[in-house]
């Protein structure tokens, strides 16, 4: 069963703070989910990838394969990205490949 | 745009009630899943389908049902409310196996 680790567990920082979350997991996988979730609110995808980098607005994503472990980069902090933030990792095709991390509470002051 | 809608967002049960979450998606996606979401634990599996008419167990499958008779609805039945199914609920879709998943907002479910 691949098992899936996020660090921190609960991050806050200032207005304007580069924020990383760490992931890291212990088999091989096919890509690699990041997630949003506001306080009683749903979940919203912000990520899938496979292998690299991908960017959308202030928020990058990275993946380094080989070292099984993943990166959620958010630049120029602002309070409104203050959320947990989750990922899973997907092993083969379907619900049941994907294996979720317990989430980073992450809240910024302004 | 409409995307997955779950209902109702907020439920309190009597143990040993039993009642249907219902799912519904818009976007014509074949794969649909449900999952709970308790304090201090990542999202797990209840059960899955990869298609109308085919479901399949996750994770936690016990005290839950399901079926799906349309590609548009999914929905989770709970035979007999027990206190340890207090939890937070959600449906998710995805056009294939391995896309991206899209939530609905959760059902809040508290059991007494």
């Known amino acids: 069963k691949n098992e899936v680790e996020q660090s921190p567990q609960n991050l806050t920082a200032q207005e304007g703070e580069f924020i990383t979350i760490n992931c890291s997991y212990s088999v091989g996988i096919s890509a690699l989910h990041w997630l949003q979730q506001h306080p009683g609110g749903g979940i919203v995808s912000l990520f899938m990838?496979?292998?690299g980098k991908k960017k959308h607005g202030r928020l990058i994503a990275t993946i380094n394969i080989q070292e099984k472990h993943s990166s959620l980069h958010i630049t120029a902090s602002h309070p409104r990205d203050s959320a947990v933030y989750i990922c899973?990792?997907?092993?083969?095709?379907?619900?049941?490949?994907?294996?979720f991390g317990k989430g980073t509470h992450l809240i910024i002051q302004p | 745009n409409a995307g997955v809608t779950q209902t109702p967002k907020f439920q309190v049960l009597k143990t040993g009630q039993s009642m249907t979450l219902q799912c519904a998606q818009d976007m014509n996606h074949e794969y649909m899943s449900w999952y709970r979401q308790d304090p201090g634990m990542g999202l797990r599996l209840i059960h899955y389908?990869?298609?109308?008419?085919?479901?399949d167990q996750g994770e936690v499958p016990n005290g839950y049902n399901v079926s799906r008779s349309t590609t548009e609805d999914f929905p989770l039945r709970l035979l007999s409310a027990a206190p340890s199914q207090t939890s937070v609920y959600f449906c998710?879709?995805?056009?294939?196996?391995?896309?991206?998943?899209?939530f609905g907002d959760g059902t809040r479910l508290s059991i007494l």
């Open positions: 389908s990869v298609g109308a008419g085919i479901t």
């Open positions: 899973a990792a997907q092993i083969g095709g379907g619900a049941d490949g994907l294996t």
């Open positions: 990838l496979s292998s």
């Open positions: 998710a879709s995805s056009y294939s196996g391995q896309g991206p998943q899209h």
